[in-house]
């Protein structure tokens, strides 16, 4: 680093100072998407802002700010200064992790701040393998060189805990490439792969399947997923207060006919398939009644279509029966009315039921073997949201390496200690010297510890 | 009757008395009056944690279990915790009651704060689907573990400023500032806080960001409350790094921790209160 003369544009790129620009800006130009709405249509900005304003809103991207050239730019700058800075200290890093400390001058190391003096009563050999076994014993490995007056050993913990620092600096640049490799956009616009990373959503009505899903980037286009998902079921299942307590929905993969998997997902649990995920994003009322069977024992759901003129016979798995609505009568009641249904059920086993069942309200079948849950309802249809991100793990395995790297960077330290072992008028005498990079006070206490110790050992 | 409401009362009283203990001190240097300080700080804390324990409890009573982090009424509880709490371990790290003075009253107007504002939600209520998740409370958690060491960075930074102005004007030692640190003591502190904060507060943003892509499939979305923590990093990452270049001395640090802090205050309150996203929920 000393020696070679700096290319002014390198330095620059590599200097803290730009770094301290970099950041100023982002920080503060971030501000501006949180004050100005973003992605709202053009006329969001007119009216809540004035033409005026929505002219420079417009000119300068901020309405859709941080995905805007000047923004990237700015991320870009960032990365590269990091990049640069790094490659720029890291070969000094080495140097310094891999040093040699047994050419240090023992003259010098005397001079340091931290040191203890203990004097031996045994001959110089001796004391250097007293010395030696002493700091073996307190787990520091040393490493020793003749010198012109004695024998200096070495040990040292942590040396690669300097390396903490770049670790973090590497997890960012590994989280903005995990960003990259996971962004729609890049896929679509550069390579020319929109199935390769994609954010879209599907509506898909109860019973129904799909092979393709909408993209939100191009609200026109659809995406072919290369495999079928169908909604077996959706439910909503609600808090005494009236409060959403869970979305569920049963979802089916298909590949061509066959069946792969079955699952059902909540809002925080997706489903993961051939690199897509399932979210639970909404729902939608499909205003068109359906009947549900559930098995209360095996949780097992079967929907059928709402047919008041024939007998429906139905099948699930190994399940199955036949069910006829036999009457429908109108209902007042305070809320608007309703309406209440007659129905005749069987599954495979024992005689029919028969029983009467309010729209929106379960009933509860005992048949011999099983016991079911009938209901009729609206027909809903689940919005997933669907996305294939293949840099996230990516930016997961940046996320960790971030946090190791702080954790080294902040709370661990390098620590050197050296023993030099020579004679003073006649007597062995051992100074030890020590050093630490950061958190010098307990460091101290531990290199006392340590000094003290072998002194009251061996004297 | 004894419940958490009950207990966060009392618990507010005596952060009150605390930190009259503690400016009791920072007046009349009156060593006594430090140890109470601490003292009672430690007995609010003590209380407080029964409170939370015992809303945790009385969640599960109410059918709806969940950890006392859910809403705003509960993470400031949650901040004036963390900040006691790390105030205290502060104190008995490093010995400089005098801090306390300008630490203490954080806990005690946040809690005094949560009492008096009628607006906010006290009650405990059922979680919304995209809200039940273990993320989220490591989410909470690591944040708020930030937040309190950046409230004390902050004080800190004002202390620093303080004791500089003694300094500069030739205060006397005799004087109520000259009983501050010294610069040099209070910077390395500044330091300290500041990384330990910096720390937890990249868990908090990973951890929600995991949250995030778990509930809806994006790590990063850019919306009001990501984005105030991601300045809010920028900020710390600014002003870990400032130390590395000359010219930028105590001072600059000392206000750029209190910067730090006003970032954090704006990404807790501002934007709930300010602005539209996907945390609203906290305004509720
Ligand atoms: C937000 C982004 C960044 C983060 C989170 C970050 C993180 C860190 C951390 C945690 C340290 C150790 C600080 C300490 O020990 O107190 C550090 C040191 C450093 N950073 Fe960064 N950094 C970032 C961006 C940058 C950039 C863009 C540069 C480009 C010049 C840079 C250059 C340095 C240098 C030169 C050091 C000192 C290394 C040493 O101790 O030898 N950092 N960084």
């Known amino acids: 680093m000393a020696a070679k003369a700096k290319n002014p544009v390198w330095a620059f790129l590599a200097s803290v100072h730009l770094a301290l620009l970099l950041l100023g800006l982002l920080a503060s130009t971030s501000i501006i998407g949180t004050i100005i709405q973003q992605n709202k249509p053009a006329e969001h900005y007119v009216q809540t802002w004035g033409p005026a304003k929505a002219k420079i809103i417009q000119s300068l991207n901020l309405a859709d700010m941080y995905n805007s050239g000047w923004f990237l730019c700015l991320l870009g700058a960032f990365s590269l200064n990091l990049a640069i800075c790094s490659i720029d200290r890291l070969p000094g890093v080495v140097r310094v992790v ?7 001058d023992p003259e010098q190391l005397l001079k340091m701040k931290l040191q203890h003096q203990v004097q031996v009563n045994d001959s110089h050999e001796a004391v250097s393998k007293l010395a030696t076994a002493w700091l073996t014993r307190k787990g520091w490995k040393a490493a020793s060189r003749n010198k012109e007056n004695g024998l200096l050993l070495f040990a040292q913990k942590g040396a690669w805990t300097r390396y903490g620092v770049y670790a973090v600096h590497i997890s960012i640049l590994t989280i903005l490439l995990g960003a990259i490799i996971g962004s729609p956009t890049v896929a679509e616009k550069i390579l020319h792969n929109p199935q390769f990373a994609f954010k879209g959503g599907v509506l898909l009505p109860e019973q129904r399947s799909t092979n ?38 049963g979802l089916t993969i298909l590949e061509g006919d066959k069946e792969i998997l079955t699952k059902e997902i909540e809002v925080n649990k997706p489903l993961k398939y051939k690199g897509v995920t399932f979210y639970q994003s909404s729902y939608n009322d499909m205003r068109k009644p359906v009947i549900r069977l559930k098995n ?41 009315g309703g309406a209440e249904f007659d129905i005749w059920f069987m599954d495979s086993q024992g005689p029919p039921s028969t029983f009467t069942v309010r729209y929106n309200t379960p009933v509860l079948v005992e048949r011999p073997t099983a016991k079911y849950e009938v209901k009729i309802s609206s027909q809903y249809a689940t919005g997933l949201q669907v996305s294939k991100d293949p840099g996230v793990w990516w930016v997961y395995s940046g996320c960790a390496l971030m946090l190791l790297g702080l954790y080294t960077a902040f709370f661990m330290s390098h620590r050197k200690i050296w023993a030099y072992v020579h004679e003073e008028n006649g007597q062995a005498k051992v100074a030890f010297i020590g050093q630490a990079n950061k958190n010098s006070l307990g460091f101290a206490k531990t290199f006392a510890r340590l000094t003290e110790g072998f002194g009251k050992e061996h004297t | ?44 804390i003590l209380i407080q944690t029964t409170g939370l324990g015992l809303r945790w409890h009385e969640s599960y009573q109410l059918g709806i279990g969940h950890a006392p982090l859910t809403n705003m009424y509960e993470s400031l509880v949650f901040f004036a915790w963390c900040a006691a709490i790390f105030y205290v371990l502060l104190e008995i790290k490093f ?11 954080i806990p005690f107007l946040t809690l005094a704060y949560t009492s008096l504002d009628k ?7 059922p979680l919304i689907p995209a809200l039940q998740s273990n993320w989220l409370i490591a989410h909470v958690i690591t944040c708020f573990i930030g937040y309190g060491a950046f409230a004390v960075a902050a004080g800190l930074g004002i202390i620093y400023l303080l004791r500089q102005l003694a300094d500069t004007r030739k205060f006397s030692q005799e004087s109520l500032l000259g009983n501050l640190p010294d610069l040099r003591t209070l910077d390395d502190l500044i330091h300290k806080t500041i990384i330990f904060g910096f720390m937890w507060l990249s868990a908090g943003i990973i951890t929600g960001a995991v949250w995030a892509n778990e509930a809806w499939g994006t790590y990063w979305s850019w919306d009001p409350k990501e984005t105030w923590s991601i300045i809010t990093w920028f900020i710390y990452a600014l002003t870990l790094h400032a130390r590395f270049t000359r010219g930028w001395n105590g001072s600059r640090i000392a206000w750029l921790s209190v910067l730090g802090f006003i970032s954090v205050f704006f990404t807790y309150f501002g934007v709930n209160y300010l602005l539209a996203g996907l945390h609203s929920y906290g305004a509720s």
């Open chain 1, 98 to 104: 891999r040093m040699d400390n047994l050419t240090r």
């Open chain 2, 95 to 105: 010995k400089l009651p005098i801090i306390g003075a300008f630490v203490m009253p």
């Open chain 2, 119 to 125: 607006d906010l939600g006290k009650e405990i209520s």
């Open chain 1, 296 to 336: 209360v024992s095996t949780g097992q759901r079967t929907l059928l279509p709402f047919n008041s003129e024939a007998t429906t016979a139905w099948q699930n798995g190994a399940e199955q029966g036949m069910l006829r609505i036999q009457d429908i009568r109108e209902i007042p009641s305070a809320n608007g």
């Open chain 1, 212 to 249: 393709r899903i909408f993209s939100y980037d191009e609200e026109e286009h659809s995406l072919p997923l290369g495999f079928t998902v169908r909604c077996n079921f959706f439910d909503i299942d609600f808090y005494d207060n009236g409060m959403p307590k869970e979305f569920v929905s």
């Open chain 2, 1 to 44: 009757m004894m419940n958490s409401s009950y207990l966060f009362g009392i618990t507010t009283i005596v952060y009150l008395l605390a930190s009259v203990s503690y400016i009791a001190f920072f007046v009349f240097r009156n060593k006594t009056a430090a140890r109470a300080g601490l003292g009672l700080a430690i007995f609010a």
